[in-house]
């Protein structure tokens, strides 16, 4: 039965064209905007996982610059227990020197004097942010060591946990404090002593110094590691949400054509009432 009233050819023709613009809309935002999942209403379940990610990576860039400013401190410290040892390996110089008799030991004591004011000079000035590893009160408020912030671990839908990597400090302040501490040299005697003193502060120092150095290398580490996870996790957020573009060039392709075809199909339709005047001729 034909109709001037309702035209069924009509009606499908323009849902069809209706549906053709929709995907046409959608692939071209891919394109402009290079993500099939640009918002919630696209893929709401891939949408909520890749936020939750993405809130991830921007802790973990916060990490990273916890891990840089604690490798910074950690490496300040080592740099200054290391100098100490070298300084403390010449006071060690000094003292095997004076086991001589025929040396000018004033001259040898005033030289040890300098380099125990150095070594105190050394610890009070290896701090980085007010931060000093090779002090008896690190940050000025009674602390005892560094907490960098490492890690944010997650576990299922649960809040992720931070994990502190914890540099203790050694203290150099009171463990290698030469001035007042060390036997001055006015003879072979006194050399002697002052030798055996000086061999207890220079083991503190190594061991302190390597103490340093393990957690400085722990540090750096971990932030390579998480430079790496970071990069992962922006890979694995691309996979989901990324358009694929040579897909989406060849679907915008094709759609452009449908809705040519479209715009044909609804034109003839609504041309179909013009051949009912023939039956009144």
Known sequence: MSSILTNNSAMVALQTLKSINGDL?????????????ASAKDNSAIWAISKVMESDVAGFKAISDSLSLGESTVAVASAGAEQIVETLKEMKQLAVAAQSENVDFAKIQADMDEKAAQVASIVAASQFNGANLLATDVDGNGGTGLNVLSSLDRVGTAAPTPTLITVDSVDFEADVDLVGNLTAITDTATAATALGELETFLTTAIDGAAALGASAKRIDSQNSFVSKLSDALKSGIGTMIDADMEEASARLQALQVQQQLG???????????????????
């Not at 809309?25 to 999942?37: A, D, F, P």
């Not at 715009?263 to 001729?281: D, K």
């Open 25 to 37: 809309s959608k692939t071209q935002s891919m394109i402009s905007t290079g993500k099939e999942v």
């Open 263 to 281: 715009v044909q199909s609804l034109s003839i339709a609504n041309q179909a009432p013009q051949t009912i005047l023939s039956l009144f001729r």
